[in-house]
């Protein structure tokens, strides 16, 4: 627990990564605007782009959604009870872990084997390694009753998704491939992004400085491997669909805690629905 200073400094501090945060949303809308860079690339595996706006409507759908649809209960803080000073170090060394992942990876020029040995060790060993993170935090997601109320915002989020790009994509990934994809993308990002770092700097500072400054770090990194027309507008790019799209992941793991509905949506958005069904 915090003393009333501690308190009132992560207030301050909350604030300002809120007004932080959302001025990088909107400097990154204004950049794409004021250089026609609206049509972007919405998948590193594919050249195909799509206009900005309807890239974020699924993300707006599911937040709408999800804010109308709240959970029976607010979700429990489950690092309520630790103290301030370690709830401040364990965040902000995950942050650093993120933010040296995002530098690494355009200074690697997105290499793939870069991109898988800069993930292995920044995301997973270091944060267990120097123990910020321990993996007994997945018993303290309380799942009673976590399952029904979330589930017309995911819904929304994957019809409309869907329906934006029902194409498979072509060639279609073997198994082995996308259940790769999956542990590495969709498993260890959540639990790296979300369930460490976002839930440590909620905790301190308020969800949504929490969902802002998680969704940033998370869009960051996805310049390098989409982008092409310089590393400001792939930034801009990538926070202006990445992040949004972390903005519902953020919003859905704050409102519900359920780590494994999280971990499904992400999952989608790295192997949408007509590549599971082009596979059978």
């Given at each position: 627990?915090?003393?009333?200073?501690?308190?009132?400094?992560?207030?301050?501090?909350?604030?300002?990564?809120?007004?932080?945060?959302?001025?990088?949303?909107?400097?990154?809308?204004?950049?794409?605007?004021?250089?026609?860079?609206?049509?972007?690339?919405?998948?590193?595996?594919?050249?195909?782009?799509?206009?900005?706006?309807?890239?974020?409507?699924?993300?707006?759908?599911?937040?709408?959604?999800?804010?109308?649809?709240?959970?029976?209960?607010?979700?429990?803080?489950?690092?309520?009870?630790?103290?301030?000073?370690?709830?401040?170090?364990?965040?902000?060394?995950?942050?650093?872990?993120?933010?040296?992942?995002?530098?690494?990876?355009?200074?690697?020029?997105?290499?793939?084997?870069?991109?898988?040995?800069?993930?292995?060790?920044?995301?997973?060993?270091?944060?267990?390694?120097?123990?910020?993170?321990?993996?007994?935090?997945?018993?303290?997601?309380?799942?009673?009753?976590?399952?029904?109320?979330?589930?017309?915002?995911?819904?929304?989020?994957?019809?409309?998704?869907?329906?934006?790009?029902?194409?498979?994509?072509?060639?279609?990934?073997?198994?082995?491939?996308?259940?790769?994809?999956?542990?590495?993308?969709?498993?260890?990002?959540?639990?790296?992004?979300?369930?460490?770092?976002?839930?440590?700097?909620?905790?301190?500072?308020?969800?949504?400085?929490?969902?802002?400054?998680?969704?940033?770090?998370?869009?960051?990194?996805?310049?390098?491997?989409?982008?092409?027309?310089?590393?400001?507008?792939?930034?801009?790019?990538?926070?202006?669909?990445?992040?949004?799209k972390s903005l519902f992941l953020g919003y859905l793991w704050s409102r519900h805690r359920n780590p494994w509905l999280v971990i499904a949506v992400h999952g989608f958005i790295n192997a949408p629905l007509a590549m599971w069904l082009a596979m059978f």
């Amino acid at each position: 627990m915090g003393s009333l200073s501690e308190v009132n400094s992560g207030s301050r501090i909350g604030t300002a990564l809120l007004a932080a945060g959302v001025a990088i949303y909107l400097g990154a809308l204004v950049m794409l605007l004021v250089t026609g860079n609206t049509e972007v690339r919405f998948s590193a595996d594919d050249a195909k782009t799509q206009s900005i706006w309807l890239l974020g409507l699924p993300a707006v759908a599911g937040l709408a959604l999800a804010w109308l649809v709240p959970p029976r209960e607010p979700a429990p803080d489950p690092f309520a009870a630790v103290d301030t000073r370690i709830r401040v170090r364990q965040s902000w060394t995950l942050a650093a872990l993120a933010v040296a992942f995002a530098t690494g990876l355009h200074l690697a020029g997105g290499d793939n084997l870069w991109f898988l040995g800069l993930k292995a060790v920044l995301l997973l060993l270091l944060p267990v390694a120097l123990r910020v993170v321990t993996w007994r935090e997945w018993a303290r997601a309380d799942l009673s009753g976590r399952w029904i109320r979330p589930l017309p915002a995911v819904a929304a989020f994957v019809l409309i998704t869907y329906a934006l790009d029902p194409a498979a994509p072509d060639p279609i990934p073997d198994p082995v491939t996308i259940a790769a994809v999956f542990v590495l993308n969709a498993v260890l990002e959540e639990v790296f992004y979300r369930f460490w770092l976002q839930t440590r700097l909620e905790s301190l500072y308020g969800r949504w400085a929490a969902i802002l400054v998680t969704s940033v770090v998370f869009a960051a990194w996805h310049a390098a491997i989409q982008g092409g027309n310089g590393p400001v507008v792939d930034l801009a790019a990538a926070v202006a669909v990445i992040g949004v799209k972390s903005l519902f992941l953020g919003y859905l793991w704050s409102r519900h805690r359920n780590p494994w509905l999280v971990i499904a949506v992400h999952g989608f958005i790295n192997a949408p629905l007509a590549m599971w069904l082009a596979m059978f």
